[in-house]
T-cell receptor, first 114, second 107 residues
Framework: DGGITQSPKYLFRKEGQNVTLSCEQN?????MYWYRQDPGQGLRLIYY???????QKGDIAEGYSVSREKKESFPLTVTSAQKNPTAFYLC?????????????FGSGTRLTVV | AQRVTQPEKLLSVFKGAPVELKCNYS??????LFWYVQYSRQRLQLLLR??SRESIKGFTADLNKGETSFHLKKPFAQEEDSAMYYC?????????FGTGTKLQVIP
């Protein structure tokens, strides 16, 4: 079960708290992504990073922040500004520079606000 | 803007029946299309890519640029095909996913 690792598997957050979700990959992939998966809405892109020290907002970045200090790591912080944070979060990586490459996904983190 | 539409939330078929999961896209450039699958309690994983023109687990998908479609097909459904299927489009720097279709194969 290598490749891309997300932790923790389950996370509970109190209202008003920030939490950080971990995503680590050992695939030497340049690009990493964070998606949020909600029932009936598919996967929606939060943030993505093509190279170290650079990242861009996705479609639903409000209330989230990321960093990309190392190629292997792309942590996602869910801030108190995120109005509806309870969801399943998926991290993915890919290797650009080749045609028709796909994503490798992590196993996900389920975040619940209590 | 890039968009992927999967019109069916749930598709139920009997074992041995043909399967067609619909996917339509909107993109101004030259699209790269993918199908991903998520089996129960497993990770989301790549099923096939349009450029490869491959057949994986009996599934095929043909890109129809005229109809902007990338439907996933299998001639004879098997119980182990029951899963969530997502169509995806790679545009500039990012991939956009559809809302997914749950395929239920009835024994």
């Amino acid at each position: 079960d290598g490749g891309i690792t997300q932790s923790p598997k389950y996370l509970f957050r109190k209202e008003g708290q920030n939490v950080t979700l971990s995503c680590e990959q050992n695939l030497n992939h340049d690009a990493m992504y964070w998606y949020r998966q909600d029932p009936g809405q598919g996967l929606r892109l939060i943030y993505y990073s093509q190279i170290v020290n650079d990242f861009q907002k996705g479609d639903i970045a409000e209330g989230y922040s990321v960093s990309r200090e190392k190629k292997e790591s792309f942590p996602l912080t869910v801030t108190s500004a995120q109005k509806n944070p309870t969801a399943f979060y998926l991290c993915a990586s890919s290797s650009p520079g080749t045609t028709n490459y796909g994503y490798t996904f992590g196993s996900g983190t389920r975040l619940t606000v209590v | 803007a890039q968009r992927v539409t999967q019109p069916e939330k749930l598709l139920s078929v009997f074992k041995g029946a043909p399967v067609e999961l619909k996917c339509n896209y909107s993109y101004s450039g030259s699209p790269e299309l993918f199908w991903y699958v998520q089996y129960s309690r497993q990770r989301l994983q790549l099923l096939l890519r349009h450029i490869s023109r491959e057949s994986i687990k009996g599934f095929t998908a043909d890109l129809n640029k005229g109809e902007t479609s990338f439907h996933l097909k299998k001639p004879f459904a098997q119980e182990e095909d029951s899963a969530m299927y997502y169509c995806a489009l790679r545009g500039y720097q990012k991939v956009t996913f559809g809302t997914g279709t749950k395929l239920q194969v009835i024994p």
